[in-house]
């Protein structure tokens, strides 16, 4: 079942020495991988119209650079405002020299992003940002190009319940939920807005309790106790942890909610103003498009919505409504009135959903955008959004998708042919099949000659004994039921005793499940890379690196 492909390395540098597996698996084998994801990577003319190029082929990149490079641009404003961010954060030099490049004319930028999760949120924010990373190196080498990598933090983005938690595994392999309090500013406003308070220090305290304790933790909590104190900015530590981790890489870290950079996209505001409901009209045109092949709209605009935050108290949607923009409790103004506010403060305002893609390309030569299977949905419903405000639409890259496993669950894995996805129940039905299987098959084939022998004869004496009474028949047949359902219990307890006799294989089973599916959710949605940089050491991004690729449409099952 599985196509394995192993690959042995070493990386005496890296913090872990040893051998890595890897084995590959379409995606298209899970059931939680939705249909556009799967067309896209194994089908793009099905879904060409949506976007822009298709990232597996060679011209798309040219296409793409070029177009990128035609448009006009001032790279050394956010050049400036990259390397005061990464001043203020104790930037890497690498990520500081990378910023630089976006100065060149010719630069162009690989960009993902995530919003600001506790500890740098779950192992998917460490591979979209490698992929980044990877895609980048890839364009400096092929195309002899300057390729920056960024990461852009959605630090306006306001739903704290999402990232003040962070969840990683104890030593028994049991999972546990850490989260922050909930500090002044918390759900009503941005990210952004949000310093931390005493419960970052508890919240580590929490960590340090339940991580098993490797060569690497006393390293790593020290780290983490500099960057999550009381009084920093919530959004400001995430960039200073992934800075830490990836900057020595040359991503560059960008938080958007920077008043500095708000300037930039005054355009993209004063658009949306002066042309109220076109982006949420073509996104729902998209999504109407997307549905009558068979997909699904990531996002249905609600009737008068402005595809705006207004920035004040909170973050509040804008809608226009009987000629007028509102928002909040009692924000209104006439359009007039509104584009002359987005001419003087354009800090008071962020993007939506729809919008934050094209105010990030207006803001990056954005040559391709490295996405999850949501923002893929999302990006697909803003084609013609792009081209209403003439900016050029990015590649969309699939982001590398992966699972961790140590060697004893790959082993498992292997040797049973058992399919990855197949632990994702949170019960022991793929157990019990595993088990069924394992049966000597002389006791499997009895019990079927038992049932089929039984029925037949039972069958038989059904059809003779209305020749004696009629109600016999009944009889016969309440029989033959009590003894099918007497060999199925039969068949239940063989497997019951199968399972105390080989506590190995349930063990095996059981370690490979809380692993790959912890809370019965796939492990890179769930787990926070920080539990894995404690157990592997600063080594996991290096082998990673090696061992994922930018192909789309592969799952990777990695044990290091």
């Not at 094209?358 to 954005?366: G, N, R, S, Y």
């Not at 049966?439 to 499997?444: G, I, K, M, Q, Y």
Request: with cysteine; hydrophobic share 45%.
């Amino acid at each position: 079942m599985y196509a394995s492909a192993r690959v042995a390395a070493v990386f005496p540098q890296s913090g872990v020495t040893g051998t890595t597996a890897r084995l590959p698996l379409d995606i298209r084998r899970f059931p939680w991988i939705n249909r556009l994801a799967a067309d896209y990577a194994y089908d793009y003319a099905r879904v060409a119209e949506f976007f822009a190029g298709n990232p597996a082929e060679p011209a798309a990149w040219r296409d793409a650079v070029q177009r990128t490079q035609r448009r006009p641009r001032n790279g050394a404003a956010i050049a400036d405002i990259l390397q005061a961010q990464q001043r203020r954060r104790g930037a890497p030099a690498e990520a500081v020299a990378a910023a630089a490049q976006l100065r060149d004319p010719k630069a162009v930028a690989v960009v993902t992003g995530q919003q600001a999760g506790l500890f740098g949120g779950p192992l998917y924010t460490l591979i979209k940002a490698l992929t980044a990373i990877q895609l980048a190196e890839r364009l400096r080498l092929e195309q002899h190009i300057p390729a920056v990598a960024v990461f852009w933090i959605d630090s306006e983005d306001h739903d704290w319940e999402e990232v003040k938690v962070a969840h990683v595994l104890d030593g028994d392999l049991a999972l546990h939920r850490i989260a922050l309090g909930d500090p002044p500013g918390a759900h009503a406003g941005p990210v952004a807005r949000v310093a931390l308070d005493a419960s970052a220090d508890a919240a580590i305290a929490q960590l340090e309790a339940l991580l098993p304790v490797t060569e690497f933790t006393p390293a790593l909590l020290e780290t983490l106790r500099g960057i999550y104190t009381p009084g920093a900015g919530m959004a400001e530590a995430f960039g200073r942890w992934l800075e830490s981790v990836l900057g020595p890489r040359g991503l560059v870290v960008f938080d958007a909610a920077d008043p500095a950079a708000k300037p930039l996209a005054r355009q993209v505001f004063a658009h949306e103003i002066a042309h109220p409901g076109e982006t949420s009209r073509l996104a729902t045109e998209a999504g109407e498009a997307f549905k009558a092949r068979g997909y699904h709209a990531q996002v249905t605009p609600q009737e008068g919505s402005v595809a705006l935050f207004h920035l004040n108290a909170g973050r509040e949607p804008i809608r226009h409504q009987g000629g007028r923009f509102v928002w909040g409790e009692g924000g209104s103004a006439t359009q007039a009135e509104l584009l002359e506010q987005i001419e003087k403060t354009p800090e008071h305002f962020s993007p939506n959903v729809l919008l934050r893609p094209l105010v990030q390309d207006i803001l990056f030569p954005t040559v391709c955008y490295v996405a999850g299977p949501s923002e893929l949905a999302y990006q697909g419903q803003l084609g013609k959004v792009y081209a209403a405000l003439d900016i050029p639409q990015p590649l969309i890259q699939q982001r590398a998708t992966a699972t961790l496993l140590d060697s004893n669950s790959v082993r498992f894995l292997t040797k049973h042919d058992f399919p990855l996805e197949a632990l994702r129940a949170q019960d022991e039905a793929a157990l019990n099949q595993l088990l069924e299987s394992q049966l000597p098959p002389s006791v499997e084939a009895s019990l079927e000659d038992a049932l089929r022998v039984v029925q037949e004869r039972m069958e038989a004496v059904a059809a003779a004994v209305p020749q004696i009474d009629a109600t016999l028949e009944g009889a016969a047949r309440s029989t033959l039921s009590r003894m099918q359902d007497d060999l199925k219990k039969l068949h239940t307890k063989i497997i019951h005793a199968s399972k105390k006799k080989d506590e190995t294989l349930r063990r095996q089973f059981r370690h490979a499940q809380a692993q790959a599916f912890p809370g019965g959710h796939p492990q890179e949605r769930e787990i926070g890379f920080v539990y894995f940089l404690n157990k592997y050491g600063p080594g996991l991004v290096d082998r990673l690196n090696d061992e994922l690729t930018v192909d789309m449409g592969v799952h990777w099952v990695i044990t290091i």
